[in-house]
T-cell receptor, first 111, second 119 residues
Framework: RKEVEQDPGPFNVPEGATVAFNCTYSNSASQSFFWYRQDCRKEPKLLMSVYSSGNEDGRFTAQLNRASQYISLLIRDSKLSDSATYLCVVIPSGGYNKLIFGAGTRLAVHP | DAGVIQSPRHEVTEMGQEVTLRCKPISGHDYLFWYRQTMMRGLELLIYFNNNVPIDDSGMPEDRFSAKMPNASFSTLKIQPSEPRDSAVYFC?????????????????FGPGTRLTVL
């Protein structure tokens, strides 16, 4: 079983739609969680950290469910510019700076 | 400010040749990471350095791979001899210890990557 699993998609949604991605992780002792964004043929960039209480950054909301070991990302009012691959990232227990990446979920927003 | 710089951006070589990838981290960053990304395996950490010292190389696939960081502003990843299965995008990333009490990690900034093709 992979340490971090994501639905690869693609998710094809119209502009203005709300879309949600989920990610599950296998190590219950994992301590930190993030979402990264990667545009086609570009490098990954940090989108947002995921906190236990849930957090929001503009149109983006991240949630963590430790009991079920899953992380979610909700994007409201999708824009064409949101088209990218979204990578779920976990830091295992004791693994300072050791990012474990999911394979990514591809999002395509169309007019 | 300049971000992480990698060279070359593209490399095409033949099986058996030596390949050297280069990275210049963001000035002042004391952590440097090498990652490999393929369709089959996704993004994997190969090795990382702290203050030029290798801390964890458990992701290095085999002895054909080696990495060095002779100073704070330069690192290399070398593959010798290269094989077709080494074809991938290799990313370098750097981060700075923020010094926050209880900090789990610091934001890693990725370079543009080197796209390696081994024929």
């Amino acid at each position: 079983r992979k340490e971090v699993e994501q639905d690869p998609g693609p998710f094809n949604v119209p502009e203005g739609a709300t879309v949600a991605f989920n990610c599950t992780y296998s190590n219950s002792a994992s301590q930190s969680f993030f979402w990264y964004r990667q545009d086609c043929r570009k490098e990954p960039k940090l989108l947002m950290s995921v906190y236990s209480s849930g957090n929001e950054d503009g149109r983006f909301t991240a949630q963590l469910n430790r009991a079920s070991q899953y992380i979610s990302l909700l994007i409201r009012d999708s824009k064409l510019s949101d088209s990218a691959t979204y990578l779920c990232v976990v830091i295992p227990s004791g693994g300072y700076n050791k990012l474990i990446f999911g394979a990514g979920t591809r999002l395509a927003v169309h007019p | 400010d300049a971000g992480v710089i990698q060279s070359p951006r593209h490399e095409v070589t033949e099986m058996g040749q030596e390949v050297t990838l280069r990275c210049k981290p963001i000035s002042g960053h004391d952590y440097l990471f090498w990652y490999r990304q393929t369709m089959m395996r996704g993004l994997e950490l190969l090795i990382y350095f702290n203050n030029n010292v290798p801390i964890d190389d458990s992701g290095m696939p085999e002895d054909r791979f080696s990495a060095k960081m002779p100073n704070a502003s330069f690192s290399t990843l070398k593959i010798q001899p290269s094989e077709p299965r080494d074809s991938a995008v290799y990313f370098c990333a750097s981060s700075a210890r923020q010094g926050k009490v209880g900090a789990i990690t610091d934001t890693q900034y990725f370079g543009p990557g080197t796209r390696l093709t081994v024929l």
